[in-house]
């Protein structure tokens, strides 16, 4: 299995309060990738990161800034959280190579927000 | 844009029946990956398989099998023989192939939820 942990596994905040999110790999691996998982809408894209330092918004970004100052370290953030971002949020990692570039995926955070 | 379309929501089968699993895909690309992921009841994501746009060569592994077909931009997933050990939610995506392709990115379909019973 690909070293991927993700922290907290499960929160509960409430509306207007900041939360972060933080995933960690021992993989060694370039790319960074958080999503969030809602009913009927599969994975969407919040962020991802090519680097250290070097991120790119997804599909669904608005109201999520990410860091990555470390290669094994990729934090999400949500700056006020909102009803709307409660959900289950997954990170992946991946590498370019001539074979592939699949995702591996942690084990997920389930976050309400009330 | 990409787009990823499983029109299937929930299938329910009884166990050691086969299923078939739809997935049809959208993209400007010429080279692309597509991939198969499994989502148990436990919650975690379990990559299954890659494909490659320029190899349509089907593919089995044990009981899974899937066929890839560019002309109707579908790649489809069957489980032979079901086992109540299927049930999960199953995704397909879509990611662009190539060193420059933007991070990779997958764009994922709604997912198709399998019942096995017993």
């Known amino acids: 299995d690909a070293g991927i942990t993700q922290s907290p596994r499960h929160k509960v905040t409430e509306t207007g309060t900041p939360v972060t999110l933080r995933c960690h790999q021992t993989e060694n691996h370039r790319y960074m990738y958080w999503y969030r998982q809602d009913p009927g809408h599969g994975l969407r894209l919040i962020h991802y990161s090519y680097g250290v330092k070097d991120t790119d918004k997804g599909e669904v970004s608005d109201g999520y800034s990410v860091s990555r100052s470390k290669t094994e370290d990729f934090l999400l953030t949500l700056e006020s959280a909102t009803s709307s971002q409660t959900s289950v949020y997954f990170c992946a990692i991946s590498e370019l190579q001539r074979g592939g570039n699949e995702q591996f995926f942690g084990p997920g955070t389930r976050l309400t927000v009330l | 844009a990409q787009k990823v379309t499983q029109a299937q929501t929930e299938i329910s089968v009884v166990e050691k029946e086969d299923v078939t699993l739809d997935c049809v895909y959208e993209t400007r690309d010429t080279t692309y990956y597509l991939f198969w992921y499994k989502q148990p009841p436990s919650g975690e994501l379990v990559f299954l398989i890659r494909?490659?746009?320029?190899?349509?060569q089907n593919e089995i592994s044990g009981r899974y099998s899937w066929n890839f077909q560019k002309s109707t931009s579908s790649f489809n997933f069957t489980i032979t023989a079901s086992q109540v050990v299927d049930s999960a939610v199953y995704f397909c995506?879509?990611?662009?192939?190539?060193?420059?392709?933007?991070?990779?990115?997958?764009?994922f379909g709604g997912g198709t939820r399998v019942l096995v019973k017993p």
């Open positions: 995506a879509l990611s662009p192939l190539g060193i420059k392709a933007a991070g990779n990115k997958l764009t």
């Open positions: 494909r490659n746009s320029f190899d349509e």
